[in-house]
């Protein structure tokens, strides 16, 4: 039996309906924008790896970093201790972040830092003796799958077997061009209430939803009436964060800045899962006191693990560095030139770029479903091609590691056309 064949009689994989998936591909190696399955077929990663990988597979800086990490202190518990790589992790990052975030709490996934966030919010309040038990977040939101985040998800599949077991979440319209006054004037209505502790969004992308963008203003409007009404705002890059936007952060294209952020994915440099949620002081000073009750009772057991924070404090060296933010430039200049080619095509519906992310919709004349059929043709065409890409519904989106090289991005966009005529 080869691995993939193994693989089947193992495994549950993610989002995955086993009785019409088939045999995946067992990858074996990476380097750069590449990976290789044991039959030798090559991938080019154009998601790079669920957005986690923007410096390249298996990259020398980040590995050697993990390993003198590894021989001088792998992990140590942060209950009680604290250690080296964490601090200098927190220490840059803090030089990097919105100028009121100051308090770092540390988990492993993008979906622990979103539980952190909701419940920081939630107690926050209860300190106080607030009733506020409430969250709001945008339609087709996506901010993970543990039970909180669940709740405050918009994409129904995900989470119509779990209502009933979800905390209260309302949701508004994301403020698409066209739609921030409708969105505004729903956030004001619930806001009259007094019921809500917090306002969670992907700020300016929408990645699970498919790459769904909205204005810089049209958030910071909304963003202003959470804070005029102490709702504390969540901006959730877990996704967003380090680069993909062209900026560091989302939120370095807002005027205004968000209460608490959500950071993982790319955190690591996508070597090892690790995440952390940023607070400002005031949402920290909520839980001081001379009674231990009012502490944030939440933990996990790898918090602030010495080598995912190696990790991180490497890739944030190569994100920083000019090679990498001139690739970000150059894949942003050559998604525009994309974009102006196929913009115009009788196929395609709508164009997106927001830095190193493009996405298009295909036109269709029914309304396709997450994980359709016209998805799944899709999916299969671009994997049959060596490209890595998972269209959501009749979007397809490219998000590439910044190491691709014009030649692989070239591909790329060849075989996405390819697919365009081919629908
Ligand atoms: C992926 C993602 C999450 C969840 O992260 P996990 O590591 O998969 O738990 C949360 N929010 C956003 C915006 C994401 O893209």
Not at 251 to 263: A, K, N, R, S
Request: proline share 4%.
């Amino acid at each position: 039996m080869n691995l993939s064949e193994k693989d089947q009689l193992y495994h549950w994989h993610p989002y995955t309906q086993h009785q019409t998936t088939g045999l995946l591909p067992a990858i074996v190696k990476g380097e750069g924008a590449l990976l290789w399955d044991e039959t030798g077929k090559e991938y080019i990663d154009a998601i790079a790896s669920w957005w986690v990988n923007p410096y390249g597979h298996a990259n020398k800086l980040v590995a050697d970093a993990i390993y003198a990490q590894l021989i001088t202190l792998e992990h140590v518990l942060f209950g009680g201790f604290t250690n080296e790589p964490a601090v200098r992790l927190s220490e840059k990052l803090l030089t990097l972040l919105p100028s009121n975030q100051k308090k770092i709490f540390f988990s492993d996934n993008g979906s622990t830092a979103v539980e952190v966030a909701l419940k920081a919010a939630l107690q926050y309040f209860y300190n106080q003796g607030e009733q506020r038990t409430k969250v709001i977040a945008f339609e087709d939101a996506f901010h993970g799958d543990t039970f909180g985040a669940m709740a405050s998800s918009g994409i129904t599949f995900f989470t119509e077997a779990f209502q009933g077991s979800l905390i209260h979440v309302d949701r508004i319209p994301v403020p698409v061009q066209g739609r921030e006054g409708e969105s505004l004037a729903q956030l004001e209505k619930l806001l009259q209430t007094g019921d809500y502790a917090a306002f969670i969004f992907e700020p300016l992308v929408q990645g699970a939803a498919g790459m769904v963008m909205y204005a810089p203003e049209a958030l910071e409007a909304l963003m202003k009436l959470c804070q005029a009404q102490k709702v504390f705002t969540i901006a959730d890059e877990v996704m967003t964060g380090f680069g993909k936007t062209g900026k560091n952060f989302a939120c370095d294209y807002l005027g205004v800045q968000p209460d608490m952020m959500c950071l993982s994915k790319a955190l690591t440099a996508g070597a090892i899962p690790m995440a952390l949620t940023t607070f400002t002081q005031e949402i920290f000073d909520g839980f001081l006191d001379a009674d231990v009750n009012k502490a944030l009772f939440h933990g996990h057991t790898f918090t602030a693990n010495p080598t995912g924070c190696a990790a991180a404090l490497a890739g944030l060296s190569l994100l920083e560095s000019d090679e990498m933010q001139a690739n970000i430039q150059r894949i942003h200049q050559k998604h525009l030139a994309f974009q102006s080619q196929i913009a115009q095509h009788s196929k395609v519906k709508t164009t997106r770029v927001l830095g190193v992310v493009f996405a298009f919709e295909i036109k269709t004349d029914n309304t396709e479903s997450y994980y359709g059929n016209l998805r799944n043709k899709l999916y299969h065409f671009f994997i049959e091609n060596g490209i890595i890409l998972r269209p959501v519904g009749n979007i397809v989106y490219i998000l590439p590691p910044y190491v691709i090289t014009d030649q692989q991005l070239d591909k790329v966009y060849q075989i996405v056309e390819r697919a365009i005529e081919m629908v």
